[in-house]
Structure formats: structure tokens, C-alpha cells
């Protein structure tokens, strides 16, 4: 008889049709898992879930006896119990690396997009409202050879360090819970206090993990720390920011303009007032989302998965102590 999973929201075709081959998959999508009564009675039989960002919390694995491997298709896995799963012997998976300079290139893209008013242009253009030279009022600023603040200097962070070292020449500032020499000489970046970094950086750039430590490290405090002309870029998750103190802080000018790819509640809210703001560029949580991306990170998190299926270590484990207590 074929294994069972659960594919659920999101997994690239070509990888789902090749586990549909082989699995008995249960394919889920916009559903209450609270409620959803297919998913209850496939969770009871299911040895693996594949997908994006569902909870898996204490109640949804009381209902998931069988449950082997949680199989996460992000880097993030703020949505995953980790502490509940190791207790029960259950193997979770993500996928770091494949994803890393292409959420980079999208740090990039908002971080210009921002400076340089690009959204807002080019609606002005659309809207054929660009009728004569434009001046100072429609001036963005200038991103080469500025101050960039990393704040989570992991492997995006080292990305983005890289394309503002090598692309823009700029003064590069990190921080995060320890230092990297190896980032330091590769792009003469300079270890400051999430203070400093704040008071110092033209763009202060979040790209941390959400964890308990993070949640709301940026709020009030630390918006008033920026410069007034800080352009602030959230890539990380919604929640490690105190949105309404962002909302504040960009209608008092307390901060210049934000760029974000990332909300408290997802999708955002269409009452938002982040949305009525020119300088804000808005992006529906697509750091990784490009085809080349996607189809690796669904593949790599299908790797894991079969490999957790077939009693085999899955590459790339969040809690690899499962594996040592599996194999003691
Ligand atoms: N918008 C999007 O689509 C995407 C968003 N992401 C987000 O980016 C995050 C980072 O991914 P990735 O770079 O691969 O992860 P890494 O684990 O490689 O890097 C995380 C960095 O954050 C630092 N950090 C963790 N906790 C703190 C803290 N309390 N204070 C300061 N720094 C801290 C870590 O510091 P140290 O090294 O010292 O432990 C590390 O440098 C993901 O967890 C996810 O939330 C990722 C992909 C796409
Ligand atoms: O947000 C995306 C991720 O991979 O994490």
C-alpha cells in the first residue's frame, strides 16, 4: 500500500505529480485546518507533510498519529513546533541555500524600487499624468555608496552584503547574535549594536529569522533611533516588526519611506494604511518566488521528505537530534 502525505498550499508541479507516482498525496489548498474535515481524516493516516507554512502545533499533532516528517517548502519555519516535534520523534525538513541570492535580488529590487520612487513613477507615467519635466518633488535618492544595515547577517544577509559591496560600493554595517569574520574581510562589513546600526544606516534592512527573541525587534524605539532619511526594508517576517509603530513611524516622517515584502497578517489587510502610502513599495511575500527557485525549493523539500519517508536522514534537517535518537 502507497504511503500517504499531505501536499499542502503550495509544491511545484512536476515534483507533485512525481510524488503523486509514488504516494498516496492528499493535495490541500485555502483551507481551515482547524476545521477542514478531508484534512482532519488525512492527517490521522498521513506519514509526511509537504508544503507552505502550515501550523503544526501541539493540536494538529494529537490528531497526526503516524505523522514521520514534516517536510517545510521555505527557509523559515517560524510555523513549526520544533520543540513538540523533537519530544515526539518527528524529523522536520526546510530548504535553505537554493533560495538565498534570489530572496537577495528581491532585497535589491524593493531597496531600489524605494530609493528611487519606481512604483510610484511609474504609475505617475500609467496614469498619463506626465505631462512636463519632473522636479525635485519626484527626486528619489541615491543607494551607491551609502550606509546598508544588515540585521541578520546569515546567508541572505551575506547575499545582500555581497550584490551592496560589489554592486553599489557601500558602507556596509551588520548585526546579528555573533560576528562573521568571514563576512567582515570579504566585504569590509563592521559589527555595530542594533543601536548603532539603526542611528547609523541609510537603509536598515531586516533579514533575521522570526523566533521569540525577534518578534517585534523593531518598534517604536528603534524607528525613532533611525534618521529621518532611513529608507527601512522588512524581508524577514511581518511579525519580527510592531507594524502600527512602522505605520506611525512613516506618518510622523520619523523614517523616510519602507520597502517590505513582508506583513503582520498575510495576505495584508485591504484597511491597511501601509497600502495608501507612495513611499512604501509593497510586495505580496515573493522573496523566493521565481520559477528557477521555486521548482528547487520544492525539489529539495521533496528530497527530504522521501528521504524521512524511506528511513534515510533528510538533507537539510531543521532538528537533527530526531535523526540521532531514530538511529541510537
Ligand atoms: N521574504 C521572503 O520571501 C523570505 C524570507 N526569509 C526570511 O529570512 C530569514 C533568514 O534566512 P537565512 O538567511 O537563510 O537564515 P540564516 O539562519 O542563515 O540567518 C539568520 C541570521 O539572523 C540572525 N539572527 C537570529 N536571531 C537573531 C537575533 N535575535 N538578533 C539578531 N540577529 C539574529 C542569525 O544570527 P547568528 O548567525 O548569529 O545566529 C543569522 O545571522 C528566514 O528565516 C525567513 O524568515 C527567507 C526566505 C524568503
Ligand atoms: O519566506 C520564505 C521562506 O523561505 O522562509
Request: charged residues 25%.
Amino acid at each position: 500500500m502507497k504511503k500517504k502525505i499531505i501536499v499542502y498550499e503550495r509544491l511545484e508541479k512536476p515534483v507533485l505529480k512525481s510524488l503523486q507516482e509514488k504516494y498516496d498525496v492528499k493535495f490541500l489548498k485555502n483551507i481551515d485546518t482547524q476545521t477542514n474535515e478531508e484534512f482532519m481524516n488525512h492527517l490521522k493516516e498521513a506519514e509526511g507533510i509537504i508544503g507552505l507554512a502550515l501550523e503544526v502545533n501541539k493540536t494538529l499533532l494529537d490528531n497526526a498519529p503516524n505523522l514521520k516528517i514534516v517536510s517545510n517548502v521555505s527557509v523559515g519555519y517560524n510555523n513549526l513546533d520544533i520543540e513538540e516535534l523533537t519530544k515526539r520523534h518527528i524529523m522536520a525538513t526546510n530548504t535553505p541555500d537554493v533560495l538565498t541570492d534570489t530572496v537577495a535580488d528581491t532585497v535589491f529590487g524593493i531597496l531600489l524600487a524605494a530609493a528611487r520612487r519606481i512604483p510610484e513613477l511609474d504609475n505617475l507615467v500609467k496614469s498619463k499624468q506626465w505631462v512636463e519635466a519632473l522636479g525635485p518633488d519626484y527626486y528619489g535618492v541615491d543607494v551607491h555608496h551609502k550606509t546598508i544595515g544588515i540585521i541578520g547577517m546569515g546567508r541572505i544577509g551575506q547575499a545582500i552584503a555581497q550584490r551592496a559591496k560589489f554592486g553599489f560600493d557601500m558602507n556596509i554595517l551588520y548585526h546579528s547574535r555573533t560576528r562573521k569574520q568571514d563576512a567582515e574581510t570579504k566585504f569590509d562589513a563592521t559589527y555595530c549594536s542594533l543601536d548603532d546600526l539603526l542611528s547609523k544606516s541609510d537603509f536598515p534592512v531586516l533579514i533575521t529569522p522570526l523566533t521569540p527573541e525577534t518578534r517585534g525587534l523593531i518598534s517604536k524605539r528603534e524607528f525613532q533611533l533611525m534618521k529621518p532619511s532611513a529608507i527601512f526594508i522588512n524581508a524577514s517576517r511581518g511579525k519580527t516588526v510592531v507594524e502600527k509603530d512602522l505605520i506611525a513611524a512613516l506618518q510622523t516622517g520619523e523614517i523616510a519611506a519602507a520597502g517590505l515584502d513582508v506583513f503582520e497578517q498575510e495576505p495584508v489587510s485591504p484597511n491597511n494604511p501601509l497600502l495608501e502610502m507612495k513611499n512604501v513599495v509593497t510586495l505580496p511575500h515573493v522573496g523566493s518566488s521565481t520559477y528557477e527557485t521555486e521548482l528547487k525549493m520544492s525539489e529539495l523539500a521533496a528530497r527530504n521528505l522521501e528521504a524521512g519517508l524511506n528511513g534515510e536522514k533528510p538533507p537539510t534537517m531543521i532538528n537533527p537530534k530526531v535523526w540521532e535518537l531514530l538511529t541510537k
